[in-house]
């Protein structure tokens, strides 16, 4: 394992976006491509969602498996063994809270939260498009 040096840490973290990211964006291509309008990064709903389709009250979100901790015990487990794990397990267990208290607060409103996992995204970023246009199709009715 490859110790980083603060400024590298520091550098490394500064890339990291939280918008226009390339998951973001390969959903918004295959959406756009389908005749679906949205609005990036919705600042009026709790959670500000990636991609808003406000016509159908649907809220796409673009999580990334580290971030938002996807295969939580698993990833918990190997935070313990690396540095700062006290500050990391931290971080992503208020970040995974968040998502659950964002995810009620806007079905409570009457939104449809959908959620995909960055690397699903890249495999197959048609089938999330489709999951998407399956959800506009339901509000439709």
């Known amino acids: 394992m490859v110790k980083l040096t603060t400024e590298q840490r520091h550098r490394n973290m500064r890339s ?3 918008k226009d990211t390339s998951i973001e964006r390969m ?3 295959v959406l756009w491509k389908k005749g679906l309008r ?12 990636d991609i808003v389709l ?8 673009c999580d990334s498996e580290f971030f938002h901790g996807k295969d939580w015990e698993q990833l ?3 935070l313990l063994k690396g540095n700062n794990a006290e500050f990391w397990i931290n971080k992503i267990s208020r970040n995974r809270m968040r998502d ?3 995810n009620r607060i806007l079905s409570e409103m009457g939104w449809t939260v959908i959620r995909f996992w960055g690397k699903d995204i890249k495999k197959d970023t048609e089938g999330c498009a489709e ?3 399956k959800a506009v199709f339901d509000c439709k009715d």
């Open 16 to 18: 990291i976006r939280s």
């Open 100 to 102: 659950d208290e964002v």
């Open 54 to 61: 406000v016509r159908y009250k649907i809220a796409v979100f």
């Open 131 to 133: 999951t998407v246009q």
């Open 27 to 29: 959903l918004r291509s």
């Open 76 to 78: 918990r487990l190997q």
């Open 38 to 49: 949205y609005r990036k990064n919705y600042d009026k709903l709790p959670g500000k969602p």
